[in-house]
């Protein structure tokens, strides 16, 4: 891997008013607001490559950033492990909040490459102008950029590093040095539940890729001992409260004037509930945070073998009921959900989840679909 030196907060300009002075422009690999490992690991690695294929005459500054504020960073537990492991510690990266884009952007100094997503928030919709690259593996999505200078590679596979391993290999093959290959590796091992078809995730090409960069260390990984290592590390709550947990991996969606908050947290989501303060931190974080509705989605892994239930919290009981019948029926059912007891939580549906290769991907179309249905 390059120099870390390349994405030290050093080199993004916090007050966006001095870049010119040291690039002409700045170009910032943004990652998705859960900041999932698969998220800061694709802008990262990704920063990394776009650096090194710079042309010396028309050099830009490249850094990645992490696209959540940096007091949010000891949340993400597999994400801090995994990289703390491969010597990328907190004050070598940039967060969002660390760095002014839109004050770079209205300086005319800001191009952004968008990893692990294609459709900015309404709140980053200002940056739509500066998007100048693509690269994910969702589905396509109707709003997707469709301005002929923005360089699309969206392809549906298990995790976007699988991907950006491929973009490596293709054009710079020489950066993958045994970190920069573990560091994909890893990622791509728990994204796909290690590789397993049973969790509905991987593709062949996950396989051959995970593959090639397995046989760039020394020795070649156990794949069962990273996945168990980062699903452990994933799964350490135990010094986060309800209120950190849903914090923890969240995405918005918005429409018809309802801001709603999904919520991945790696525990039943029953088990959630069942905390004590778990009804009353549901009510405090839909106020702190501005939502109107939140859906926490549980997930537990243990021996590769996955299982998923969701809840759905909102205090009117028409927007719930509405929601729940869209989430049961979206797709032809594909959520297969069943109701389940939510330990007698106000203003809350629970259900289990029979499948339980339905991660949120596949829940935040039917959401916005339905939010798509409503007039604010």
């Not at 593709?203 to 990984?221: C, H």
């Amino acid at each position: 891997m390059p120099s870390r030196k390349h994405c030290s907060r050093k080199n993004a300009d916090q007050s966006g008013m001095s870049v010119s002075a040291r690039w002409p422009a700045l170009h910032v690999v943004l990652g998705n607001e859960s900041c999932d490992l698969d998220s800061a690991v694709s802008a990262i690695v990704y920063a990394f490559l776009l650096h090194s294929l710079q042309n010396g005459e028309e050099a830009v500054g490249v850094v990645p950033v992490l696209n959540i504020p940096a007091s949010e960073y000891p949340l993400k537990t597999e994400v801090t492990h995994w990289l703390q492991k491969h010597g990328i510690l907190q004050n070598s990266l940039i967060f969002r909040d660390e760095v002014n884009l839109s004050r770079l952007q209205d300086g005319g100094s800001l191009r952004v490459t968008l990893v692990d997503h294609h459709v900015l928030p309404p709140a980053d919709a200002y940056l739509e102008s500066s998007v100048v690259g693509v690269l994910d593996h969702r589905p396509l999505d109707p709003n997707a950029p469709t301005n002929e200078r923005v360089t699309m590679i969206v392809e549906p596979v298990g995790s976007c590093c699988t991907l950006v391993a491929e973009q490596v290999m293709a054009k710079n093959p020489a950066l993958l040095d045994p970190v920069t290959a573990s560091l994909l590796y890893g990622t791509i091992i728990l994204d796909t539940v290690n590789l397993n078809p049973a969790a509905k995730r991987v593709t062949p090409k996950d396989i051959e890729v995970a593959s090639q960069l397995a046989r760039l260390m020394s020795p070649p990984p156990s794949s069962l001992e990273v996945f168990q290592e980062l699903t452990e590390a994933k799964a350490d709550v135990s010094g986060l409260t309800c209120d950190q947990l849903l914090r923890k991996d969240v995405k918005v969606a918005t429409g018809g004037g309802l801001c709603v908050g999904v919520a991945s947290v790696p525990l039943r989501v029953t088990d959630f509930l069942g905390r004590s303060e778990g009804g009353r931190c549901l009510a405090e974080h839909l106020a702190t945070q501005g939502y109107q509705m939140l859906l926490v989605l549980g997930i537990t892994i243990t021996q590769e073998t996955v299982t998923r239930d969701l809840a759905v919290y909102c205090p009117d009981t028409h927007l719930r009921e509405q929601v729940t019948s869209a989430l049961v029926e979206g797709q032809g059912g594909v959520l297969q959900l069943a109701p389940q007891e939510c330990d007698g939580v106000e203003s809350c549906v629970a259900f289990r989840q029979g499948n339980v290769g339905a991660s949120r991907k596949v829940v935040m179309p039917i959401l916005k679909a339905w939010l798509a249905t409503r007039t604010s």
